[in-house]
């Protein structure tokens, strides 16, 4: 390929783009259709509808849901309910089995 077929291909994708974000923003256009049908038929009057831009997916690193970091005192709390949730349904358990007289077999 000659560096002037590049240059004309790459004219072309700005005009028509092909790819990953054309492929984004056709789902978002469809998403948004699908949505604004269900607000129509279902929504209150009124509702706002949606656009393509609503459903079209962030990239930014900052925008990427970042679960909350746990402190060591908090986990240790989690552990030690756990065990001992864990102990008391063992205890029941256990009670259960003192409790209940065992069977006698009837020998016939």
Known sequence: MTSAQ???????DRLDPVGQ????LRWAALES??????RAVYGKKGTKMTTFEDFLPT???????????????????????????QNKKVEREEKL????????KDKR
Do not use: C, G, H
């Not at 974000?21 to 984004?24: C, F, G, I, V």
């Open 6 to 12: 590049l240059s004309e291909w790459e004219a072309y």
């Open 21 to 24: 974000w054309r492929e984004d």
């Open 33 to 38: 259709l699908l949505a604004n049908i269900s």
């Open 59 to 85: 990239w930014d690193k900052e925008k990427f849901y970042k679960p909350p970091v746990q402190s060591l005192e908090t986990m240790k709390e989690i552990m030690v309910s756990i065990t001992k949730d």
């Open 97 to 104: 089995k003192r409790q209940t007289p065992p069977v006698k």
